[in-house]
């Protein structure tokens, strides 16, 4: 039977979808990038710096002077390419030194992370931070555990997360996680929990332009639409969970939707559910990340456990907790981790059922 | 009285007992190579539950026995030679069930009943806590049960007011919607209809649904409607139902029908002049359900109902290049899994071989037909049957 399985192959089938499926993501990003940048550059010129993505973005001929399409595709490239580059090249090395260790073939789920990766830094995160994020993405996400699909949390989360907090004031005053570096001033929900929508409004921040992703905001995740096509593809190609994805964005509706209702609601509090799901990174980390079969519950309740608890921690950190005003992170890490411990729960009850029958 | 339906006849000159289709049978021959015999005459018994005997499918000399490793029967051939005849039972004039208990096992018929978990045949002695008929075949291309059941429909009914009588255990009938059975339902015969995918005739999904196994040590027995003519024919008629109904298909076969064939008949044989020329794969069953047919073991099994010849590229491989990936778990596993089963988990603790762990999570309810759906959606090419049945023999051992 096995012989003869359709299916044969069908890893390098399901990695080619996965890419796939970030291309939307990636396409918004590198023009979001690119505008986002030549935006700031045109309000201000003198804040041009000398670095590489700089010095590239004007190398490719990227004019802040009435920008057109040409100019924030090859400004956004001169960001995302480098930081995608080197995110491949780290995670190569790593990858070839773990195969020669374990005198296995080479993994190529390196490739997808380091897209993943990228995708959740800013356009103006520190080439030492991709370094650093992710070695600790192949080594300890990936390379401990086994390799691929052995892993129990999403490779590609536990390096940003533990790039967020190794460097907290990076991650916090330094507007590392706020588009681009020294631009932008801080990130949408930031600015939703000082002022509400009105404090949106003044950064020319409105539904439209959250959803097609239009704002600042790390690279790859501001682009609600864009998301939705990835997810789209997954989704039909059956390598999400849908119970899951849906399970998310219940949780973020009802706790937000609480949190609107209960008396005293400001700040993040006071935000509506889909401005949840429109800023930050939820939606993205909702469909790449917490969708990671490998990192999430494999029992069908399970997922509907999880995926709730995923929304609902985003929402309460973000309201609890003003220093993480993205939540996506955390709330995520801790999902994936207590995933077992569900599927564990949700196990003993199916044996429990199955231990109450007569025959 | 006589069934007929409107089928194509193919006779065939060699059939055969399949020694795998008996798990746990140890056999003893009751006859040699060069015997010439009746149809329905005992060929073998099990040393161990002498009752319980194996007939012969067709009338002919016997002329090859096949043995494999620690002297294991893998086949027993017959060539065919209708003049020699039929055998006789008297059916039973009492309703006993201990009497009915013999006739069967007599005539050969206990043979086609078998037992969950596990797949074997049930101990002569065993009291089930259900028995199953599957009157419904829900497999891609499979022969439609309908017009044959309809065909044979008295020899069906008195097999199963025999089945509601060889134990105390309710009887139930699982047939399609739309295929109401004029049988009167009881405390002890119930009809259910069952509808759904591909997997809806399986007697795994019966059972999960009525009776389900748990971890009390019961049984269960189930039977394949045209198992159940063929009782009812002894029944009726004091002679073996010589016929079973099966189809062909598949994108290699030039006409793809239902065809009346004598039981065990020849694979080869029957396909002779049914096959494009293209290179082809046979496939013993449906296409997910079934698997390649061993070789020297190429004929039609215990209650096969059908031959999938799929056409298959002159390039194509048998074994596809990329060898034991990961089991990425997912939505699609869920879909085809086995009704109540949590596949990831299970297949987890097939693939280590963890037979404790397997039975906690319902690895008793199943049989390789049920998981075969999962090696197909899998991608890591592991064979849950193969694994399914290590840990049932596991299992086995130790009750």
Known sequence: MSAFSAAAGGQRRIRKIQL??????????????????????????????????????????????????????????????????????????????????????????????????????????????????????????????????????????????????????????HPLWQGLAGYSGSDAIARFHRGGEAALGEAGIDLWSAFIGNISGTLGTTSLLAVGLGAALLLSARIIAWRLLLAQFIGLAVVATLFNLSGSAEGAAAMPAYWHLLLGSFAFGAVFIACDPFASCCTTPGRWIQGFLIGALVVLIRVANSTHPDAVIPAMLLASITAPLIDHAVIAWNIRQRGRRHV | MVGSVDLETKTVTTVALLGPDYRRFSFELLCEVGDEVKAGVALMRDARRPKVRLVAPAAGRISRVERGARRKLLSLQIDVDDSLGVARYEAPSDNEGSVLRSFMFESGAWSSLRTRPFGNIPHPDAEPAAIFVTALDTAPFAPDPRPIIDAWFDEFKAAVYTLEKISAAPVYLCHAPDHPLAIEDSDRVRKVAFSGGDSAGLPGVHINALCPIGFAGGEVWHIGYQDVIALGHLLLRGTPWLQRVISIAGSAVKNPRSLLVPPGADIDELLVDELTDSPNRIIAGAPIYGRAPAPGQEFLAAGQRQITIQARSADETEIPPETAGVLIPGDRLEQVAPPGIYPVPLMRALQLGDAERARELGALELVEEDVAPLTHACISNNDYGLLLRNVLDQLEAGR
């Not at chain 1, 995608?84 to 260790?101: K, P």
């Not at chain 1, 490739?111 to 830094?121: D, S």
């Not at chain 1, 356009?123 to 699909?149: E, N, Q, T």
């Open chain 1, 20 to 173: 796939l499926a970030l291309l939307p993501v990636s396409i918004a990003a590198v023009v979001n990038c690119g505008y986002q940048y030549l935006s700031v550059l045109a309000a201000d010129p003198g804040r041009a710096s000398d670095d590489l993505r700089s010095n590239l973005a004007a190398g490719l001929g990227a004019s802040y002077q009435e920008p057109g399409f040409y100019d924030w595709i090859a400004a956004g490239l001169a960001h995302f390419l480098p930081m995608l580059l080197l995110a491949l090249v780290i995670g190569g090395f790593w990858e070839r030194i773990i195969a020669a260790q374990r005198k296995r073939a080479l993994e190529s789920g390196f490739i997808p992370i380091a897209l993943l990766l990228t995708l959740m830094l800013p356009g103006s995160a520190p080439f030492s931070h991709i370094v650093y994020g992710m070695s600790f993405a192949i080594l300890l996400g990936k390379g401990i555990f086994g390799g691929d699909g052995k892993t129990f949390i999403s490779p590609a989360l536990l390096g940003v997360a533990i790039v967020q907090v190794s460097f907290p004031s990076a991650a916090v005053q």
